[in-house]
């Protein structure tokens, strides 16, 4: 099994920034193709915000591109989005994806437990 640990959410002001961490491990050799962040806004469908490979390949939703940016820690297992410039349509709970194969099994899709980020003045 896979233990998935996210952090950084809060509250902030519009025009203002947070970074979202989501932090991976487990008691036996793993590894993450693609890590990934989406969002759900209360009454909403759960949209993808950006995702990453292994080898660094970016995908954002049209809606964060330029403000956003992921990226990854291969070494810790790691991967981070930092948010710029925020505003109130942000507000949502973040959750991390992974696509996670243990000991070269085929790969299995975990969720971390989200974290809130709310944007308002």
């Known amino acids: 099994q896979v233990r998935i640990v996210e952090s950084g959410g809060g509250l902030v002001q519009p025009g203002g920034s947070l970074r979202l961490s989501c932090a991976a491990s487990?008691?036996?050799?793993?590894?993450?193709?693609?890590m990934g962040w989406y969002r759900q806004a209360p009454g909403k469908q759960r949209d993808l915000v950006a995702s990453?490979?292994?080898?660094?390949?970016?995908n954002y939703a049209d809606f964060v591109k330029g403000r956003f940016t992921i990226s990854r820690d291969n070494a810790q297992n790691t991967v981070y989005l930092q948010m710029n410039s925020l505003k109130p349509e942000d507000t949502a709970v973040y959750f991390c994806?992974?696509?996670?194969?243990?000991?070269?099994?085929?790969?299995?899709?975990?969720w971390g437990q989200g974290t809130q980020v709310t944007v308002s003045s």
């Open positions: 990453i490979t292994s080898g660094g390949s970016t």
């Open positions: 487990s008691g036996s050799i793993f590894k993450i193709a693609v």
């Open positions: 994806n992974l696509d996670v194969s243990i000991l070269g099994s085929p790969s299995s899709n975990y």
